[in-house]
């Protein structure tokens, strides 16, 4: 008897416990969960042969954006190649797509998903994993189209229903649509109360509405189903910081970072310590802070640690200044340079669409965070300057990339370069519907130039 997904699509197994097992892995996936490695070895273990099962193993690796896990991704792909010959057609596809993914060929991995869309709308893991790496891209249309073109094809009755209202909440958040976004996010969370995407998702809706005290009831209120989470809950714990940050809630916002989004001693903290969402979290939060006179005290000293460790690791461009804000805190300057020759290195020898988004974007960043901390100011605005319009390139959502644009207010500030803090000021003021005067990171600097 064949054997199929949660949304009927054929798998190629022999065991019946193998397919519900994948099932259950992909589940686990969509709601961000800690059992996914778990239930992702209960199918291999029911059936080694599975050649979708261990695609979808080095997928995870993928997800991970750490260079590390690479070679785990190439051995699964490779398990994958030798048991393709019996698989379906989307299967195959799938292999595909792992592979130009761990080229670094992200376009043709889009597409490639794109075309398992277009025969197969139903295809909920090529649809979240489209949405996770257009997001990474800085591509928030590409990622609306595709939950747009899905979104017919899914009802109530199906399990991947909730997924998609939450993708099309954060594809629309994000390209400015903010009514059918939350309309789209509260239906999701409605469907499901534990979906962690689409809880940051209205999240992100609201930050950017300047709505912080019901950023705060939201998460509060929500926090209660997300048990058994993986790393995405530091992230909402984060999203609830940024609420407190802007209330000048200082404090009860290192109480989150402590306890919560940087906890060391949580089980998940410890099983992955420098996941780059994490590390993002972390240096994001500390700056913005410092920017604000907190004393945030020895914080920085372990993610330095850490970010010496991941030098020449620039799977994930967006995180390359987060390590850099670490060095520059903790005056790691000799630490930074390398970390900025390794950049170099691979921007120009790597031939990938990342390696062109490091040499464009995260390579003058860094550069500028450094020469902040040395105190040229002056030097640091100029070498970012050409990078701030097309940074979003990085990836990151608006309230991701906002530290970055803090960080050339920053710059130019300290500078005395007051062109530079108008550009600043009305691009974000472009971007985002808070006017600066109102936003704790820009309202000084908007204030004194008025």
Known sequence: MPHSDLHGLPLTTTSATAAEAFSTTVRSYLRYRADISANLQATLAADPDFALAHVLKGYLMMLSFKQANVPVAEKALETAGSLLGGANGREKAHAAALRHWIEGDHDRTLAVWEQILDEHPRDVLALRLHHFNAFWLGRPGVMAREVEKALPQYGTELAGWGTVLACRCFAHEELGNYTLAEASGRDAIDVDKGDLWAAHAVAHVLEM???????????????PHWEGANNL???????????????????????????????????????????????????????????????????????????????GDCLSPFTLPHWMMALAATRRFD???????????????????????????????????????????????????????????????????????????????????????????????????VPPERRMGYKHAAHTLS
């Open 233 to 311: 809950k530091h992230h909402l714990w984060w999203h609830r910081g940024l609420y407190h940050f802007e209330r000048g809630e200082f404090d009860t916002v290192l109480g989150l970072y402590d306890r919560n989004f940087r906890n060391l001693a949580s089980p998940i903290t410890e099983a992955q310590p420098d996941l780059y969402i994490d590390i993002q979290n972390a240096a994001s939060m500390l700056f913005r802070l410092e920017r604000q006179g907190v004393d945030v005290g020895g914080r920085w000293i372990e993610i330095a640690d850490k970010a010496e460790t991941r030098i």
């Open 209 to 223: 509405q300047g709505r912080a005290g019901e950023g705060i009831d939201w998460l509060a209120d929500l926090e």
């Open 335 to 433: 630490v930074g340079g390398r970390m900025l020759e390794a950049m170099r290195t691979y921007a120009t020898t790597a031939g990938t669409l990342n390696a062109r988004y490091v040499a464009d974007y995260a390579l003058p960043i860094g550069e500028a965070i450094l020469l902040r901390a040395k105190g040229e100011p002056a030097a640091a605005t100029r070498v970012m300057r050409p990078a701030i319009g097309g940074m979003y390139r990085l990836g990151g959502s608006h309230a991701q990339q906002d530290v970055l644009e803090q960080l050339f207010l920053d710059c130019a500030v300290a500078a005395g370069s007051n062109d530079d803090v108008a550009l600043i000021l009305s691009r974000v003021a472009g971007r985002h519907p």
